[in-house]
């Protein structure tokens, strides 16, 4: 079976698709990949090229599926499927680089636990009886990984580029999934990418926000073994 290479979103790292890894670990070979050491999107994904097998899929969630996106650019002899959830193929917007700029200023003076608790967290998920367990695992998850890759993985996505072309160009299977009320990356984005790529299904996953593989870990999973038994 294809290898799954699982990219994980900004200031998270494998614990992200724990329900995902319980599921299929035993039925499909898994990679997760921490990406906290470069300040681009390509230096990333030439990282994950480095050491990847020759044939893979990708699954990315928000950053991870930008870079899951910059793989493909690169690479797309290599990509045999692709599941792109809650992301943007967009380059970021002029007053979105500007938020960004005063929270990596506020990252440097110490400031990380206050930025992640206040300015990004909670924008994240919808109200739930596991809302408040999910925010303190991204909590630890974000602490653990510290200031310097915030630093680095803010300037990453400041700086990306535009991969509509990329995706126009993509025929394999591929999953566009997001959580239907993510009010970061909202559902016309994921429209958009469904209308790009030729080969490829949209799953819109109720009662979640911006992280649906820990808010509905059961409907993702079993919507990542769909697209997966396709390929």
């Excluded at 699954?59 to 959830?85: F, T, W």
């Excluded at 938020?99 to 990596?104: M, P, S």
């Excluded at 009010?183 to 490829?200: A, F, K």
Aim: hydrophobic share 45%; with cysteine; glycine share 6%.
């Amino acid at each position: 079976m294809t290898p799954l290479i699982l990219l994980s979103g900004m200031m998270c790292d494998a614990r992200l698709f724990g329900p995902q890894i319980d599921a299929l670990s035993g039925r499909v070979p898994l990679m997760t990949v921490p990406m906290g050491g470069h300040n681009t999107i390509a230096a990333m994904a030439e990282d994950i090229l480095s050491f990847a097998p020759p044939q893979f899929a990708l699954a990315g969630l928000s950053m991870g599926g930008i870079v899951a996106m910059e793989i493909l650019r690169l690479a797309p002899d290599r990509v045999r499927g692709l599941a792109l959830m809650d992301t943007n193929p967009l380059a970021e917007l002029d007053e979105i680089k500007k938020g960004r700029e005063a929270q990596i200023a506020s990252v440097e003076a110490g400031q990380l636990e206050r930025v992640m608790r206040e300015d990004m967290k909670p924008n994240y998920l919808v109200e739930s009886p596991r809302r408040d367990s999910i925010l303190d695992l991204c909590m630890t998850m974000a602490l653990e990984l510290g200031s310097d890759v915030f630093v680095r993985q803010s300037r990453a996505l400041r700086d990306r580029i535009d991969q509509t072309e990329t995706l126009r160009a993509f025929a394999l299977p591929a999953l566009i999934l997001c959580g239907q009320e993510d009010t970061l990356c909202p559902e016309s984005r994921h429209q958009l990418m469904h209308d790009l790529i030729p080969n490829s299904s949209l799953k819109i996953i109720e009662n979640a926000g911006h992280l649906p593989t820990l808010e509905q870990p059961q409907e993702t999973t079993a919507a990542l073994t769909r697209w997966l038994e396709t390929i």
